[in-house]
């Protein structure tokens, strides 16, 4: 599936919920609930083109659409996924499962695995109210082919030999 090819949630760092939430009267404590964990936990540091560059200063409505910048490694080019799209393909039960398992570097998914449920549901729900999804980032790159798209070489230089080694 196309979530485990793409680094998506600072962290979203986070990002879920049913899209119930959204819509439901009453549910306005989970929206800001999500919204605090997304601001929190780095989910827009990639996942918000420019949110990084801008001292945070994007509007929400850009938020969490992903980014064409990529970070490249020996795991390959991955780019932040638009989490608007991904959270608007998954229900609520589907979205807890994506968000614990293991994705590629850098995303931080050990974050999202020792999140809450409560937490988890709440970013879903932030993103499902944020409207207009806006466009998919670029597809996962495999390693040694060519990157056509910016991207943040992620790989350490000089590190201590007892670190190199590992």
């Known amino acids: 599936m196309r979530i ?3 680094a998506w949630g600072g962290l979203v760092t986070a990002a879920l919920l049913s ?13 800001e609930r999500g919204r605090y964990v997304v601001s929190t936990s780095g989910c827009n540091d990639c996942h ?6 801008s001292g945070g200063k994007v509007p929400v409505e ?3 659409k992903g980014n064409p910048v990529g970070f490249s490694g020996p795991w390959g080019t991955t780019y932040p996924a638009n989490l608007r799209l991904v959270a608007q393909s998954l229900d609520e039960a589907q979205w807890l499962q994506a968000a614990r398992r293991e994705m590629r570097p850098p995303m931080p998914w050990f974050s999202l ?3 809450s449920d409560e937490d988890l549901r709440a970013v879903y729900a932030f993103i499902r109210s944020l ?3 806006g ?10 082919v060519a990157v056509t798209t910016p991207y943040i070489d ?3 230089r000089n590190l201590p030999n007892r670190q190199a080694a590992r």
């Open 4 to 6: 485990r090819n793409v």
């Open 48 to 53: 918000t083109r420019g949110y990084p560059e």
């Open 135 to 144: 466009e998919a980032a670029p597809e996962y790159v495999p390693p040694g």
């Open 19 to 31: 899209g119930g939430w959204a819509q439901a009267a009453g549910d306005s404590a989970a929206v």
């Open 131 to 133: 409207g207009e999804p």
């Open 154 to 156: 992620f790989v350490p």
């Open 62 to 64: 850009e938020w969490l």
């Open 113 to 115: 695995r020792d999140m």
